[in-house]
Structure formats: C-alpha cells, structure tokens
C-alpha cells in the first residue's frame, strides 16, 4: 500500500513541487494566492475548479485565522479532499449474473491494461470473470486482450472482423449460460471513420441491454491521467454520449498533473442526474496489481507534495 502512495507521488512530484512552494513564504497576501493559482493553473486543474478552490481556501483561512503560510497547506488540502470525495465509491458488483461493465475510452489511454488489472482484482475477490473483445477492428487489441485472458486464466469472447456488438451480445449470453459473474467487454478507442465510434458504442450499449434487460450495469471510461484537460473534455463527451457510471484514472505514475481530476470533480457536481462520476480505481503502473482504489484524502496530499 505504501508503494502505490509513494509511486502516486512519484508521479504527481511536479505538481507536488509547484504547488508547495507557494507555501514557503512567510507571509498570507495577494501574492500567495497569485501563486497559488498560478500554480493550480499548471497542475491542469483548469479555470473554474481553481477558482473554486481559491475562494474556498480563503474562507477556510478566514475562519481558522491562521497566519502562517504551512498551514495554508494544510487548509488547501482539506478543500482539495472535499472537492474530491464524492468520488471516492467502490465498484459494486451487483447480485445479477451476469454483472456488465462497458469498457470505453480512447486508444492508448490504457483500457486494454486496466481490464487486465480489473480482471485481476474482481478474480482475487472471488468473481469469474468473462472477456468480451468488441474492439473487432483492431487485431491487436484482440491479441492483447487475449494475453491478459491467458494471465488471469479467464475466458474471452472473440471474433475477428465481425460486429462488436454481436460479440458483446454472445459473450452476456454466455455469461448467463455458464452463471459467469461478471462480463467486460472492451470496445473500440477509435475506428476508420472517428465520426462514427460514439455511434458504434451507442449501438453495443443498446445490445448488451437487449441480451440482458439492464445492461450494461456500468459504463466505464478509461482516461489517461497525463492529457490534462483533454481528460475532461473526453469525460464530458463519452459521458454525453454513453451515459458513464464511473472512471479509471491510468498513468498516475508517469508524469502525471493529476489536478485535471477537481476539474472532473467540479464538472460532475452539475451531471443532469446530479450524481457525481466516481472514480473506482486509479492506474500506477504497467504491471496486472498496479490498479488502487481511489482515496480523495491521499490523492489530495500526494498533489500537493
Ligand atoms: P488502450 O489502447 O487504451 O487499450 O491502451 P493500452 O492498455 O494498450 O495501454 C497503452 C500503454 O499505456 C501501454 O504501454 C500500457 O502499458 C501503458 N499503461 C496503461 N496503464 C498504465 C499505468 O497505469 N501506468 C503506466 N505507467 N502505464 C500504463
């Protein structure tokens, strides 16, 4: 556990850094708080959340009456931990068989690793688990799907060339056949024509419900921590698209900004159904036990150093 914390912060150090030398003055004025946005800005938080942070930081300052600027710190951390926390909710796997989780996100976010990595952890939990290659286009991505299956020792359901959305329906039915717990089904990050990949999605989205009235029981996006507010932008998009239930933040041990997430924080505050967007794991590393459930309270620490 504490290797994850440290590789976390590893990989937030720059931030970590940035943010904390805003704190080693001796005084609290204007300029703290220039810096301190400044440095916000730089960790990928984005206009609004640090706004937001700012003025909470000012109220929390006011009512501690603190004087010093290490404890400012530490009233930042707190706002931080705050804005974060609805977040922060574990990965259900409900009572139906099988449950369905929607995979989606784009190429080179790390979607194929972390159902790996998610494959793992709901086996060692005691979950049969079930592959569904819908990404059909890409033979790669069956191959690579097909070498975390041999590693988790699951099964997969493939078919080269055909329709994702066949391939996801056979897999829930086999699913249902064989009283497998939970079926993932990976999708394609990007097709010949990019125009028509939320189209695609759309459509095994609405087979999976057709081979098991409710599904998929969770729409899970993969985003790479290191694309700042890209990260956002494509929350937003999938989110409008698919209707997402929850994310997995990879790369967090990379060089990772990480602030983009109080912007995905403030956005999921105003999501139509009013819930916020958790955030059930967090990615740091290459390695299948490289997945942690995400911890407002560490990740707030680890951004700010
Ligand atoms: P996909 O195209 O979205 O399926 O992405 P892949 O799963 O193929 O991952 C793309 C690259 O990112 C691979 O080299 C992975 O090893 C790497 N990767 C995925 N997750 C992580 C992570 O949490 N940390 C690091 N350092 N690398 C990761």
């Known amino acids: 556990r504490a290797s994850w914390v440290h590789r976390l912060r590893q990989g937030l150090r720059r931030t970590g850094s940035s943010i904390?030398?805003?704190f080693t003055g001796t005084r609290i004025d204007d300029a703290l708080y220039e810096d301190l946005e400044a440095a916000l800005l730089m960790a990928d938080?984005?206009?609004g959340a640090t706004r937001f942070l700012l003025e909470d930081l000012k109220r929390r300052v006011k009512e501690a009456r603190v004087t010093d600027p290490a404890a400012v710190k530490g009233l930042?951390?707190?706002a931080v931990a705050e804005l974060l926390q609805p977040l922060q909710q574990p990965l259900v796997i409900g009572r139906q068989t099988p449950t369905v989780v929607m995979v989606v996100g784009v190429n080179g976010a790390g979607k194929t690793t972390t159902i790996g990595k998610l494959t793992r952890h709901l086996a060692v939990g005691g979950h049969g688990v079930l592959l569904a290659a819908a990404d059909?286009?890409?033979a790669a991505a069956r191959e690579q799907l097909g070498v975390w299956a041999d590693r988790t020792q699951v099964e997969i359901v493939s078919q080269q060339g055909g329709d994702p959305a066949a391939v996801c329906f056979d897999a829930v039915k086999a699913g249902q056949a064989r009283g497998i717990e939970v079926v993932i089904a990976d999708t394609a990050g990007r097709l010949p024509t990019q125009l028509h990949l939320m189209e695609e999605l759309k459509k095994v989205r609405r087979t999976l419900d057709k081979a098991m009235p409710g599904a998929p029981h969770e729409v899970l996006l993969v985003v790479d921590g290191n694309t700042g507010q890209n990260a956002l932008a494509q929350v937003?998009?999938?989110?409008?698209?698919?209707g997402l239930s929850g994310l997995v933040l990879t790369k967090l041990d990379g060089t990772a900004k990480g602030g983009v997430l109080a912007a995905i924080a403030l956005w999921s505050r105003q999501r139509s159904?009013?819930?916020?967007l958790p955030v059930y794991f967090i990615g740091v590393g290459e390695k299948l036990e490289d997945l942690e459930r995400f911890d407002a309270r560490e990740f707030a620490q680890a951004l700010l150093g």
């Open 20 to 22: 904390a030398t805003v």
């Open 136 to 138: 059909t286009f890409r």
């Open 236 to 242: 937003q998009a999938f989110d409008g698209a698919l």
């Open 76 to 78: 930042l951390a707190e």
């Open 273 to 276: 159904d009013g819930r916020a």
């Open 45 to 47: 938080a984005g206009v």
